[in-house]
């Protein structure tokens, strides 16, 4: 499916303010980046690079006042998920060497905590897929959703205490519970079509049978159309903004919508437009 998405953060700068910007997704596994408007308001210079994790980055200034980032994108999602059950395990002494690091505790995520509930929740499960698609389902029913009830400073370890919390807490401890039983997982931010209630969306990504496969622990069935933006760790890695000094985010808008009336309606105009035969200017452009 093709899905419009995008966002609009409006900010108020005390002082002229750094930020490292992560909001530009990029072609790869089940996406294609179709087209794509990015707009700072005031106009500031702009410089992007590529972090460790493969992500786009945005480094800018923000001056004093109101500091307003819209960024939307047209992009083919692919409809569904791969899922494999059974798929096995996939041995440390084996892992890639830039996926060896996953499989360790990290800011949020403290794998070397968790051993005991990862080993209770799998017991009994094969290793490998059979074990995360465990630890997910877990989290779905035992974890509650509810808004407001963690902050930026919420672990996994807290999660599995409260047993509350949004996107990225059930990711976190999703990841953690991997890690636990040498499961390489890592951290995914980006848009899902439909979610509900909207807003920027988080999910985990295990590897197992040397590929890394989707999970998401706020869903009931495993779902497609998903647009990735940035890979990492945990949250500390994933910011779509992180600022270096004194500013308000005032306002966030995020919306996701099926682009297929923009497709129609772009097909119908290339239907009713004249053919080269009897366009101006066509026998110019057959003859040479």
């Known amino acids: ?40 308001t005031p106009a500031v210079i702009v410089t992007e690079f590529t972090d ?71 017991k009994d499960t094969e290793p490998g897929y059979d074990q995360v698609e465990a630890i997910r389902k877990w989290i779905h029913e035992n974890i509650t959703y509810q808004y ?6 919420t672990s996994a370890i807290d999660t599995a205490d409260k047993r509350i919390g949004v996107c990225r807490d059930f990711t976190h401890l999703g990841i953690s519970l991997c890690r636990a039983l040498n499961i390489p997982a890592r951290m995914v931010v980006g848009y ?15 590897y197992v049978d040397g590929r890394w496969f989707t999970f998401d622990a706020t869903q009931e069935q495993p779902r497609g159309n998903r647009i990735t933006v940035a890979y990492g ?35 119908k105009k290339a239907e009713e437009a004249p053919t080269l035969s009897t366009s101006a200017g066509s026998t110019n452009q057959i003859n040479h």
């Open 233 to 267: 760790r945990d949250a500390a890695d994933v910011a779509f903004t992180t600022q270096f000094g004194p500013m308000n985010l005032n306002d966030m808008q995020v919306w996701v919508d099926s682009a297929q009336n923009d497709v129609e309606e772009s097909e």
């Open 148 to 153: 407001g009830t963690s902050d930026a400073s």
């Open 192 to 206: 899902l079509y439909q979610l509900d209630p909207m807003d920027l969306h988080a999910w985990f990504e295990a």
């Open 1 to 40: 499916m093709q899905l419009n998405a995008g966002c609009k953060l409006s900010f108020e700068a005390l002082s002229p303010t750094p930020l490292v910007l992560m909001l530009r997704p990029r072609s790869g596994a089940g996406q294609w980046i179709i087209r794509e408007e990015y707009q700072i």
């Open 52 to 122: 460790m994790y493969g992500n786009l980055c945005q480094r800018v200034v923000a001056p004093v006042g109101p500091f307003s980032i819209f960024f939307s994108a047209t992009v083919q999602t692919a409809d569904l998920i791969d899922v494999a059950p059974g798929a096995p395990y996939t041995p440390v002494e084996e892992l890639p060497d830039d996926v060896l690091h996953y499989t360790l505790p990290s800011r949020y995520c403290q794998s070397d905590q968790l051993g005991d509930l990862a080993t209770q929740i799998t």
